[in-house]
């Protein structure tokens, strides 16, 4: 079968195959056993690498289980971010900032200390009915062109617009990156950071291909992405959020040659070489295959404690067919997730207390990226205990 690129172009070449999953946030209170075929492909003409199969966004957006304040981390990464928004841009009681993605307004509500004009959108109406409502306004929908239109009639401009881990969860791209043109102020920076493919898949970090990550971006496609909608790359930097992400801020007008640094390193990776694409798919099936003959090890006489029921761990127990009968059940700090089935699997999710109840001593950390402070919590509620982690390589240690 032949799939799209979102550029229109209809020959997306096949990179990674990684079977099927479920949707990595459908945490339900009844066994959700649906999956849908997960594959990436690379378009040879706009050099996105992309998911070949897009699902209707409302099946995965309207009730989201990920919220941004579920845990420490995450929080003061925002806190980072609305300080690094700051320094490139003077925010006062006059600057009109929009939040596409607001999750739960983390971001809005550290901006509103300093500008009362803000505006967030986002489709998750159980989070957003959540959210104190002094603000400008609160859009409980998509970002499209539909509401683009609507706030460019209302606000004209926005001189800050945010959009964290959103650009690469959407089939719409090109609409939501001409609608940010539209409405970015001339001396006004478009903020985004995503899951880079450089520090991930190309890694062989796997968990970060789901249905909701519909592209995985490089600088080049992203620069020829923005570039489509009257915006200039002004700052590029790599962090370490999402087990490696890229931050690029864009204006209207910029001259700066800050980024070009990454820009080059991209091209001694050979980054328009479809080759550097299919190379990754084959790194990703050597860990595969390491990460369960670890599982397999790990579960050899007793049941296993997932710690964290993040969307990768979802991606890493389906793409490594994790046995869920070796599975006791599994352990997450948001409380959208407590008492609710892992998709796709028969186990459940609970709260840390669970441990109180349980002998089990060992634990496969499926929320890797947080490791230092999920260790640190088990430690308060076990001893002597084999951990094992899937990246960045499979490895089980004896703790105590
Ligand atoms: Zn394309």
């Known amino acids: 079968m032949k799939y799209k690129c979102i550029c229109d172009n209809s020959d997306l070449i096949e990179c990674i195959n990684l079977g099927s999953i479920p949707l990595v946030n459908n945490f339900k209170k009844t066994y959700q056993p649906k999956k849908y075929p997960l594959s990436m492909g690379i378009c040879k003409k706009c050099m996105l690498f992309q998911i070949q199969k897009n699902i209707n966004p409302k099946l995965m957006f309207n009730n989201y289980a990920h919220i941004s304040s579920g845990s420490k981390s995450n929080v003061s990464h925002i806190k980072k971010v609305f300080k690094k928004i700051s320094r490139i841009k003077k925010i006062n009681n006059r600057t009109k900032i929009l939040e596409i993605g607001c999750n739960d307004g983390t971001l809005l509500e550290i901006a509103q200390k300093k500008t009362k004009n803000v505006v967030g959108v986002d489709p998750a109406k159980n989070l957003m009915s959540k959210i104190k409502k002094n603000y400008l306004e609160l859009i409980p929908d998509f970002f499209n062109k539909k509401n683009g239109e609507y706030l460019k009639s209302k606000y004209k401009q926005f001189d800050v617009i945010v959009a964290l881990n959103v650009i690469p969860h959407t089939i719409n791209v090109k609409e939501i990156l001409g609608q940010v043109g539209k409405l970015l102020s001339d001396d006004g920076i478009f903020f985004m950071e995503g899951a880079y493919f450089f520090d991930t898949i190309y890694k062989g970090k796997f968990d970060t291909i789901y249905h909701e990550h519909v592209s995985s ?63 990754a798919g084959k790194l990703i099936e050597r860990i595969i295959f390491k990460i369960n003959k670890n599982f397999q090890k790990l579960s050899a006489s007793e049941k296993v404690v997932l710690l964290g029921a993040p969307a990768r761990g979802v ?66 509620y076990k001893k002597n205990f084999n951990l094992m982690v899937p990246f960045p390589q499979p490895k089980i240690s004896k703790l105590n």
């Open 217 to 279: 971006f490089t600088l080049h496609s992203l620069k020829n992405l923005l570039n489509k909608s009257k915006m200039k790359i002004h700052f590029a930097e790599r962090i370490p959020t999402q087990g490696g992400s890229i931050r690029v801020i864009a204006k209207k007008k910029s001259s700066s040659q800050q980024w070009k640094k990454i820009y080059r390193n991209e091209k001694s990776k050979n980054v328009g070489k479809i080759s550097t694409y299919k190379k």
């Open 315 to 380: 991606v890493i127990s389906h793409v490594c067919n994790i046995d869920q009968k070796k599975i006791d059940f599994a352990i997450d700090d948001s409380k959208t997730k407590y008492n609710t089935f892992f998709p796709g699997k028969k186990f459940k999710v609970y709260n840390w207390e669970k441990l109180n109840k349980s002998e089990c001593k060992n634990f496969f950390i499926l929320s890797w990226n947080y490791k230092k402070d999920l260790l640190k919590k088990l430690k308060k």
